[in-house]
């Protein structure tokens, strides 16, 4: 998805010392010269129960230390160890993954930056509708999906909740910068390679691990301090895959199904389904048939021709909720095309709306429950028609999730 606002201008600042807000420590050594080091994790199933994830606490991240001060650290690869004076009050994000986790933890008003913030303000907000008391604004954030250094001086922020190792695949960055921003701003914290298990930078390979969506979470809350609002949200993502696993039909009784994106349908993007990592942790608990089984690689161009020969029971629909997308439109150009129109999904009204693959763990529960009602209506209720406005009301006695819950867990007030 492209951006849908330019970023905003840059101005060469000056270069700052470390505040006191940052006692940096990043664990056994650092970057290429700064800051590469693994921590011991190996990515799990995302449908682990809150139990073994807090049983395995110990032996996948360092315990967080806690002083009169406030100090809070925790571990993630490619940084190592981040330890902070105090839970950091502004946040520079680069992917919604990261942006919705502080969001979770109730700091969504910490954020300065992230990737189009326009459009993800729009598509996060059809959601947060469905959460009573709790608000979002990400409009007129920093737009950085190519963030410049002499930004990130300028916003001055206390945690850089985004991966290093993507960072520096841009032409601007290499290790010595990220080191230079950890330095002279504050740390950087957060791991993007785990999203489709993506091969590391050569100066990162060195002790690069993955992890599944709920486990990075896990770490980031103990960066912020707010253990007990991650163990809150795990309790109940435990129970929604619970629910889906106890449910979910025989695998000869399961949909065929193929995920899409476009702006518009003349540049259609497919996506499989099985993938490793958290783009497809809101789909691949599920077992539905991939319906192209193999013949075509994810975030590949295809056309109508293609899709009719994949013929999928189920089309999911990323950014069908996003305000700007005419979800009914899309579905009417499907039938009045002679080769879309013969896709079963189109004969059976099986396109489907979706958010985002780079979701965190707020859009993960409405998107497990999404899918769930997409895939299997007769197993966990229908799946309202949708054509716009923010995620359909569903009744109490049909939601997998309990949205006061999660709202009282956002809010602090749980």
């Known amino acids: 998805?492209?951006?849908?606002?330019?970023?905003?201008?840059?101005?060469?600042?000056?270069?700052?010392?470390?505040?006191?807000?940052?006692?940096?420590?990043?664990?056994?050594?650092?970057?290429?010269?700064?800051?590469?080091?693994?921590?011991?994790?190996?990515?799990?199933?995302?449908?682990?129960?809150?139990?073994?994830?807090t049983a395995t606490t110990s032996d996948r991240t360092e315990t967080p230390t806690e002083t009169e001060s406030n100090t809070v650290s925790a571990s993630i690869a490619p940084m190592g160890t981040v330890s902070l004076e105090e839970p950091p009050e502004t946040v520079f994000t680069r992917l919604t993954h990261h942006a919705d986790m502080a969001f979770a933890l109730g700091r969504g008003d910490t954020i300065t930056?992230?990737?189009?913030?326009?459009?993800?303000?729009?598509?996060?907000?059809?959601?947060?509708?469905?959460?009573?008391?709790?608000?979002?604004?990400?409009?007129?954030?920093?737009?950085?999906?190519?963030?410049?250094?002499?930004?990130?001086?300028?916003?001055?922020?206390?945690?850089?909740?985004?991966?290093?190792?993507?960072?520096?695949?841009?032409?601007?960055?290499?290790?010595?910068?990220?080191?230079?921003?950890?330095?002279g701003v504050s740390p950087w914290f957060g791991n993007s390679l785990s999203d489709t298990h993506q091969e590391p930078p050569e100066s990162y390979a060195d002790g690069y691990e993955y992890y599944t969506l709920w486990e990075q979470f896990e770490r980031v809350a103990q960066l912020f301090g707010e253990q007990d609002r991650y163990q809150a949200l795990a309790s109940i993502h435990a129970e929604l895959t619970g629910t889906i696993d106890e449910k979910l039909p025989e695998e000869s009784e399961r949909?065929?199904?193929?995920?899409?994106?476009?702006?518009?349908?003349?540049?259609?993007?497919?996506?499989?389904?099985?993938?490793?990592?958290?783009?497809?942790?809101?789909?691949?608990?599920?077992?539905?048939?991939?319906?192209?089984?193999?013949?075509?690689?994810?975030?590949?161009?295809?056309?109508?021709?293609?899709?009719?020969?994949?013929?999928?029971?189920?089309?999911?629909?990323?950014?069908?909720?996003?305000?700007?997308?005419?979800?009914?439109?899309?579905?009417?150009?499907?039938?009045?095309?002679?080769?879309?129109?013969?896709i079963t999904a189109v004969q059976q009204d099986r396109v489907y709306p979706q958010g985002a693959r780079y979701q965190g763990p707020i859009l993960n529960l409405f998107q497990l429950e999404m899918t769930a009602k997409q895939l299997y209506p007769d197993q966990f209720g229908a799946w309202p028609t949708y054509t716009e406005g923010p995620y359909p009301e569903i009744p109490a006695e049909e939601q997998l999730f309990d949205r006061q819950h999660v709202s009282d867990i956002i809010n602090g007030e749980f």
């Open 113 to 183: 930056a992230m990737h189009a913030p326009g459009y993800y303000d729009r598509l996060w907000n059809q959601f947060v509708e469905r959460l009573p008391g709790v608000t979002l604004d990400w409009e007129g954030l920093y737009s950085s999906w190519e963030p410049s250094k002499e930004k990130l001086y300028d916003l001055d922020n206390d945690i850089h909740l985004a991966d290093p190792a993507w960072i520096t695949r841009q032409e601007k960055w290499n290790p010595s910068d990220i080191e230079e921003i950890a330095s």
């Open 1 to 53: 998805m492209t951006d849908d606002s330019s970023p905003i201008a840059d101005e060469p600042v000056e270069r700052k010392s470390p505040t006191r807000r940052v006692a940096l420590e990043y664990g056994t050594t650092a970057l290429v010269g700064g800051l590469l080091a693994g921590c011991s994790s190996s990515a799990t199933d995302d449908t682990a129960t809150a139990d073994s994830a």
């Open 255 to 342: 949909p065929s199904a193929v995920m899409i994106a476009a702006q518009d349908l003349d540049e259609i993007y497919a996506y499989t389904l099985s993938d490793p990592g958290y783009l497809t942790s809101h789909i691949r608990p599920f077992g539905a048939r991939d319906a192209f089984e193999g013949a075509v690689e994810s975030a590949s161009v295809v056309d109508y021709e293609v899709l009719l020969e994949a013929d999928p029971d189920v089309i999911l629909h990323l950014g069908g909720f996003e305000p700007n997308t005419d979800i009914a439109a899309r579905r009417e150009e499907f039938r009045s095309d002679p080769v879309a129109s013969e």
